[in-house]
């Protein structure tokens, strides 16, 4: 056996070692399932959102084609965009959906089918060839409808690297790192959703592997050097005796970091610093308490409902954040108000339960198109639910409410004439609420970090996401692998954004917390302090790290080491510096 | 803003033309149809031998196989229908954009 090494995008980092569990798209007909009659809304909301998702995919698939000049694929899939708007594929599969109260796939299967009867009794074989474009429509949708419904991630082998074309979200946010112990697909960014959540779970992830070509390959062993974007087949015994030492040194590294779950992140003269969690399901919070946390500085409200299948009532969001803060009791629990629009809708099947299938309008340039804020206050109905539920849940414990991609002060006067109604429907109707609940705005559109004085007269306090922060200045899609490279945190004009936002705020006497991947490099600790930053935000798993690097260094020295940042005036130059640093420090 | 008299909101128009382009009703032709449809409100009716579709439909107007010098029945019914036909028609008579 010899040794193959691919090379990969790495997404997440680890290493894992284990066995190649492929996993292949299926053809065969669903079984036919009797639904509930209180399901049958949640399995049309899903057929909506199989509809809309397919839609997107199709208008991509458009894009490419215009690109390569095929003049008639586009038509053709013109015909397909149709298709999907098509009274018999929407209100009378919905219809159907409601009286036969069997689950989606197994009707729209039937359905299909019936229509392709239809097409092959046709006597013109020109028009009974037009079929097929039905049948591709229809694939496309059923694969959306259950793109891996008929594998249980919690039935793998343990220790399985999973290899598939392309991960949704949904399936790493199902995935039990126990049994998943790595993943490589060949689509996919490291801004992607699904990539968020393997990195939030640890599990190794590797992009940009041909799966196909490498499924005949006999396999008897495999290691995945998330570090590095490796995938390495059949790995010689030597290779192996490298990775498990740097497994076993990894692991020693933690246990001195488990040691210190219980002590403080304070620096070596002395000041103290916060470490908030970022969380995006109930369960993460267990594992915060445990290293200590100060709170919850970003709770993604919008992964809570991603596993489920309709658009979450205001009461369902009230038992959600009703656990949460009871479960972290006292400590501040940030929620970030929903996060979706723009490009974060394919992940949304929810959404779709709402009102009409075209809910979201296509844009050419979603990233600045209409989401978080700028789409909740569009769908104020929608908004004002999850607000409720936010006020209702609030005598449960300390919630703060976090408005996401503010660009202009209205956005946050519009939210607090918002606030004001429902504040005054709860005490009519009784209902107990906090008395002061903190309203926050994330600074992650330039044009409110340039206005952040203005922005701290309207609120309680910030909170820098810098992951869109850096994208918005460097006008840099990090996800984009020939422009990648420009997107680096370590840019001066970075620097001095983040300076003058951290100097507003201590001016205005506003709390300030970062969160971002920023927060969790190590190595820009030492610069975040100096410039500032007292309270960060993480996934769980880098807080104890960052916590142990932070009691390994002064203060002062962070000062120094901020104002020497400060004068470097190019990316690469100001790399250098920090990469030098960490060198010198943990070496 | 002009609202509609009753007698406009009620007009139903019958309309009987013949397919010239090669094809037929084919995909093409009945995106066309699909999308010029798109803005306007009426209920627009395609009949074919005795058989009645929503011409809203691509998949319908596609099962209707309608060929070359067939003649179709186009039934629009509402306040904007003289205008729909109007699009219709035109849309037959240039063979929907085909050469031939």
Redesign the interface.
Known sequence: MTEIVLKGISISKGIAIGFPFYLAPQDEMVPEQAILSMEVESEIARYRSALFSSRLELEELQKTLLHEGSADGVAILDAHLEMLKDPLMTTEMEQKIRERQRNTESVFQKTISEYQNRFISLKDSFFQERVKDIIDVSKRILGHLSPHRKIDLQKLPPGSILFVVELIPSMVAEADPGQVSGIVTQTGGISSHAAIIARAKGIPYIAGIEIEKHRGIACQGMILDGDQGLVIINPTEETQEKYRQMILKAEDFHKVLAGQYASKAETIDGFSIELFGNVESVEDIDLLRKQGAAGIGLFRSEYLFLAKKSFPTEEEQYIAYRKIVEKIPKKPVIIRVFDIGGDKKGDLPASMGWKTPTFFAHESNPVLGCRAIRFLLQYEELFEKQLRALFRASPFGNIQILLPMVSDIAEIRATRRLIAKIRNNLLEEKIPIKKQIPIGCMIEVPSSAIMCDAVCQEVDFLSIGTNDLIQYVLAADRSNPTVSSLYSSAHPSILRLLHHVVSVAERRKKELILCGEMAADAKFIPLLLGLGIRKFSMAARHIPEVKHFIRNIRLMDACSIAEQAFRILSCEDLQKYLDHLSMRQYS | MKRPSEKEKSMRIIHTLKVKND??L???P??VI??ILQSFRSAVYFTYQRETV?A?????I??L?V?KNCSLTITVEGEDAESVLKELVSAFETKFGEKK
Not at chain 2, 56 to 60: D, K, L
């Open positions: 094809l037929g084919h995909t093409r009945a995106t699909v999308r929503n809203r439909s691509i998949m319908s596609l099962m196989a060929g």
